[in-house]
């Protein structure tokens, strides 16, 4: 079982920054993915972006230039740096890993979890 638990939510204006933290516990695997996604209410769950094991990085369009990805793996842990935040960013952020990244876009192919962090953006 791996154990994964978001930080770093929270309430901001637009074209402000959060720095999103996803720490991994239990049986962590150095070949794990690591995705991040987004659910607002009344939404379908989507990809937001995805680091592989080797460190390549992958983005939804939406984010592009907006968010950074990045993994600190001595802690065991991966970010989400978010800039300039609009109020449409505004959703439950989760995280979650798996082996591999192919077809990291798609929420099955992850195997765990965490109860993600509100992430809310005024305008």
């Known amino acids: 079982q791996v154990q994964l638990v978001e930080s770093g939510g929270g309430l901001v204006q637009a074209g402000g920054s959060l720095r999103l933290s996803c720490a991994a516990s239990g049986r962590t695997d150095s070949t794990y993915a690591t995705g991040w996604f987004r659910q607002a209410p009344g939404k379908e769950r989507e990809f937001v972006a995805a680091i592989s094991s080797s460190d390549r990085s992958y983005y939804a369009d939406f984010v592009k230039g907006r968010f950074t990805i990045s993994r600190d793996n001595a802690k065991n842990t991966v970010y989400l740096q978010m800039n300039s935040l609009k109020p449409e960013d505004t959703a439950a952020y989760y995280c979650?890993?798996?082996?591999?990244?192919?077809?990291?876009?798609?929420?099955?192919?992850?195997?765990?979890w965490g109860q993600g962090t509100q992430v809310t953006v005024s305008s």
């Open positions: 979650a890993v798996r082996p591999g990244i192919g077809n990291y876009r798609y929420t099955s192919t992850y195997e765990y």
